[in-house]
């Protein structure tokens, strides 16, 4: 089946600091989605992105789904960028139903 | 427009037992999808619902099981708790499949 991957695992930042998360696919998906987990564990919807380039604030994604990544920019980073950020795939059919998810990275924005 | 909602939001269940949760998903929106989420395997894919037919369905043993209703509100059911089941139940509703999907604040489940 279709692996996620999900880099760096943990990272720490200074407020104020950028930083780049990414997401390696496996193989062709229909989508891909990036959620902000916050501490009560609600999913939080950042960016629908199959393809292409989007912005939305301080946050920016980009999927380049021919070589099958997608990154997410998050620039002038605040503490409340803290929780785990995932990416997930969707693909349809078989077992692993319809959103794939990264093991996520665990960000911590310290003031 | 309301989001997708869960109830209830925290439960604690005995081994062997039984247990039910529920899902509104956001009006408009006729796919429901399942999740779960433990510290150990992460964020797995439990079944989708369209139209009150299950469309797909993770890996997960018979014990669990769901469905949808006319109004697209979806349940799932799981019966024999065991302790493994401990987990984040999360709940996600879609226009269609294959569209942005939207999660619920999930349901804590503690099996004792």
């Known amino acids: 089946g279709i692996q996620v991957e999900q880099s760096p695992p943990d990272l720490i930042l200074q407020e104020g600091a950028n930083s780049t998360l990414r997401c390696n696919f496996s193989d062709s998906v229909n989508n891909l989605q990036w959620f902000h987990q916050n501490p009560w564990g609600q999913l939080i919807n950042l960016f629908y992105i199959p393809s292409g380039t989007k912005q939305n604030g301080r946050l920016s994604a980009t999927t380049v789904a021919t070589e099958r990544y997608s990154l997410l920019y998050i620039s002038s980073s605040q503490t409340t960028d803290s929780g785990v950020y995932f990416c997930?795939?969707?693909?349809?059919?078989?077992?692993?139903?319809?959103?794939?998810f990264g093991k996520g990275t665990k960000l911590s924005v310290k003031p | 427009k309301a989001g997708v909602t869960q109830t209830p939001r925290y439960l604690i269940k005995t081994r062997g037992q039984q247990v039910t949760l529920s899902c509104s998903p956001i009006?408009?929106?006729?796919?429901v999808s399942w999740y779960q989420q433990t510290p150990g395997q992460g964020l797995q894919f439990l079944f989708e619902y369209f139209s009150e037919t299950q469309r797909n369905k993770g890996n997960f043993p018979g014990r669990f099981s769901g469905r949808q209703f006319s109004n697209s509100r979806s349940e799932m059911n799981v019966s024999t708790l065991e302790l493994g089941d401990s987990a984040l139940y999360l709940c996600?509703?879609?226009?269609?499949?294959?569209?942005?999907?939207?999660f619920g604040p999930g349901t804590r489940l503690t099996v004792t």
């Open positions: 997930a795939v969707g693909y349809y059919g078989g077992s692993q139903g319809n959103l794939i």
């Open positions: 996600a509703s879609s226009f269609r499949q294959g569209s942005e999907q939207y």
């Open positions: 009006s408009g929106h006729r796919s």
